[in-house]
């Protein structure tokens, strides 16, 4: 088991998962593109760490085709209120993270919010929280899968075969 910061673990999957599919030897070609494959299942089990709920869609998506180890972009929506309690409206928006020297990652929220600028700023202090988050990485040798768990769940044997996790 190893302690990771999120979007440490996303930003070092994005780009192995880039080199993977980069790699040109032809005799490794099925190789590289089962460990592309790994490196997405820990992309979409690292997605699932992040927000949703209170407004926030489900359905958060990493843009694996513009993403890199330097900068990741995530999609989502945002379910938006009126001021009598209502839904109102869907807020498409992007959350792009880059590396920041002063303060380990910079955060950008775009998208249409209109009236609701209020939440762009929800939204950054939700995603920042969130990314900087410190997970438990576990490992099942027997399926060779890895499962990531925040800080405070446990994972002690394999979800699909019951194995003892390191």
């Not at 990771?4 to 032809?26: F, G, S």
């Not at 990741?72 to 928006?93: K, L, T």
């Amino acid at each position: 088991m190893r302690e990771l910061t999120i979007y440490r673990e996303l930003a070092n999957r994005i780009q192995a998962r880039l080199n993977c599919i980069n790699w040109v030897r032809k005799d490794d070609q099925e190789n590289a593109v089962y460990r592309a494959g790994q490196h997405e299942k820990c992309i979409e089990s690292l997605k699932d760490l992040l927000p949703s709920g209170s407004g926030i869609d489900s359905g958060i998506s990493i843009d694996l085709n513009n993403s890199t180890g330097e900068r990741i972009i995530i999609d989502s929506s945002f379910h938006a209120m009126n001021d009598s309690g209502y839904y109102d409206r869907w807020i498409d928006f992007s959350v792009t993270i880059t590396p920041s020297l002063i303060h380990g990652i910079s955060l950008k929220i775009s998208g249409r919010f209109g009236k609701y600028q209020d939440i762009r700023e929800y939204l950054f202090d939700v995603f920042d929280d969130s990314l900087r988050e410190t997970v438990k990485e576990y490992y099942c040798q027997n399926c060779e899968e890895i499962y990531y768990r925040k800080r405070q769940e446990e994972l002690h044997s394999c979800p699909v075969c019951g194995n003892k996790l390191q």
